[in-house]
């Protein structure tokens, strides 16, 4: 068995709006289009998605059939979702210390990966011995790959995550 964790495809950005309603920007469909096309995905797999418009969207433009919407699965909660300036620097100082909340209103990196470990190891024990594709977001996907393999979070492979882009755990824990 295999875990796929797809990063959602490019999202339309409103700065005036959360981060978590922003929906996949059309002119970049042809990007998650490519993942299909690669079939680097499985198309007999159980498929869930996180609940926010760019994972949803990307999920069923890449998936066969049926997707299961998993609230638990959606990204780091981020406040009021104002717009952040440098968000790669603020999301280093979350890496260095998980356990503190990196902004005012933000959840804690750990809260999310207990949140999100939680929600795939429930999804993965419903599906046992079958290959499942989880649609979401790159934050929560580094701390959902570091907690099935037992190894710390990549930051550096959270950098390089392109959108769309895919993570494979084989055999998760």
């Known amino acids: 068995m295999t875990l796929y964790l797809v990063r959602h495809g490019r999202p ?3 700065r005036t709006r959360s981060a978590a309603t922003w929906p996949l920007d059309p002119t970049h469909e042809h990007e998650v289009l490519a993942l299909r ?3 680097s995905l499985p ?14 969207e990307t999920a069923r433009l890449l998936a066969d059939g049926h997707v299961t919407v998993v ?3 959606r990204e780091q ?13 603020v999301m280093q100082a979350a890496f260095a210390r998980p356990d503190e909340p990196a902004m ?4 804690s990196l750990s809260a999310t990966r207990e949140r999100v470990g939680a929600a795939a190891r429930g999804i993965l024990a419903r599906h046992l011995g079958q290959d499942v594709v989880l649609v979401g977001h790159g934050t929560a996907w580094t701390l ?5 393999t037992g190894t710390p979070p990549d930051v550096g492979r959270w950098a ?9 755990v084989e055999h998760p824990r």
């Open 160 to 168: 390089r995550l392109a959108m769309p882009d895919v993570i494979r």
């Open 43 to 56: 198309s007999s797999a159980a498929w869930c998605s996180s609940p926010e418009p760019k994972a949803l």
């Open 144 to 148: 959902l790959a570091a907690e099935l």
């Open 104 to 107: 005012p209103g933000w959840e």
């Open 71 to 73: 609230s638990d699965l």
């Open 12 to 14: 339309l950005v409103d």
């Open 37 to 39: 096309v690669r079939r």
């Open 77 to 89: 909660v981020r406040g009021n979702g104002g717009w952040v300036d440098d968000l790669p620097a």
